[in-house]
Structure formats: C-alpha cells, structure tokens
C-alpha cells in the first residue's frame, strides 16, 4: 500500500526483505528484473490451459519476460488446499525443506485449525453463510462460492454457504441497491480489503441494519486474498 505494508495476501513476508519489481497495478519492470538475475519467475493463472495467461504479466511482454527466466505459473483455480498442497510440492522441489520441526510445527497448527473448522461447521450446520463485498461507493456484490478457492474449500469442510444467481467463473453476482436484502442469512462475512464497509459502517447503514446477520452483531471478515 502506500505505506509500504503488504496486503494480508502478503502474508508473513517482510516487506523490507523483498525487491519489488512492479505490481498488479503496472506493468514489470523488465530492467530491475534483468539486475536481478532470477533463475525462475513464479506467478500464478487463473486460466490454466491458457498459454498466455500469466497473473501481472501482460502478453504482450510474455516473451520479453520469458526470456529472463523460465516463467512458472500456479494454478488460482480450485480449492484452496489443493492449492497449498501443490504449492508445497514447489517449494520441496526448489529445495525447501518440509521436515524441519518449525514447518512440522506449523503443519499441525494447520492440520489442527481444518478439524476444528470442520468440527464447527458440523455442529452449526443449519447456520447460513453469505460472503460479500459492500463497497463504501455502494457497490454490492455476493460472492459465487464454486468459484473462489477459499470458499469452495470451506463448503467442502461443511459450511452452509448460500448460492447467488451468479453465472460460473463470474466470481460475484452484482446487486442494486434496491436489492441488497436478497439474501438473508445467519452469518455475513465481508470483504476484509480497503474499499469495503467495515462491520461498524454495515450496522450503522440504513439498510443493511436490516440484514439478519447485520442487525444480529453476526459480521465476519473474509479475507479474499
């Protein structure tokens, strides 16, 4: 951001120990990668079988790019721990080693947090979830759960999420103010990114006061990164 802090998309990442050669909002910077000398350039895809469809590389630089390192691309698509399981695999064989006790410790944390998730989720399964994006301009839009990683998983561990009239890989069904109470449910969880209203701007707005999740407290933040 404009402070120079990571998104929580960042992650653990120390921002301080990191050489930034561009951003999804610009084009890379071909000549700070070049001083770089990589020996491979990881992104991500959200369309696979495409050739040319790489996460903040405009294909019309591809090649230039290529020709800087070999170009490997993870897929965005599917659920998210299918995601972390392939993820981990690259790393092992970039050379990180998975058996240290610091990674055995946080391997379990994890394996631990999926079962209480899943736990909770079992024992609360007549409880809805809606997933949106209330932007503070007034955009509204509810999120398509087949569609997003995090979510896809979650309704696998057995969350009760509700299905917008959303159309496949559209991610969002968009929804006027007028119709911003179509979907109630038990639990809201927001968007947790910048221009997106705060659970305190939610129950104060005059409509979403209304939300029976809204007007219950029951607001939770979705971190869609």
Known sequence: DDEGKLS??????????????GDVNEPMRREDAVAMEPDL?????????DPLDYWSIDPSVLPQVQAIAPVLALS??????????????????????????????????????????????????????????????GAIVIANPPDWRD??????LGLNIIDPDAEPLSYWEELSAENALKYPSDILWQSTRP???????????????????VSSGQIGGWNQD
């Open 8 to 21: 929580a998309a960042g992650g653990g990442i120390d921002p301080t120990m990191v050489e930034f050669v």
């Open 41 to 49: 350039i990881l992104t991500i895809t959200h369309a696979p079988d």
């Open 76 to 137: 965005g698509t599917g659920r998210s721990d299918i995601s972390v399981e392939r993820t981990a695999k690259l790393a092992e064989a970039l050379g990180a080693d998975l058996s240290t006790p610091e990674v055995q410790a946080q391997k379990e944390r994890y394996g631990a947090a999926i079962a209480a998730f899943s736990a909770a989720a079992a024992e609360q399964a007549e409880l809805t979830s809606l997933f949106s994006s209330v932007k503070k301009d």
């Open 151 to 156: 979510l896809a998983w979650y309704r696998a």
């Open 195 to 213: 221009l997106a209203m705060t659970a305190e701007e939610l129950e104060a707005d005059s409509v979403w006061q209304h939300h029976p999740a």
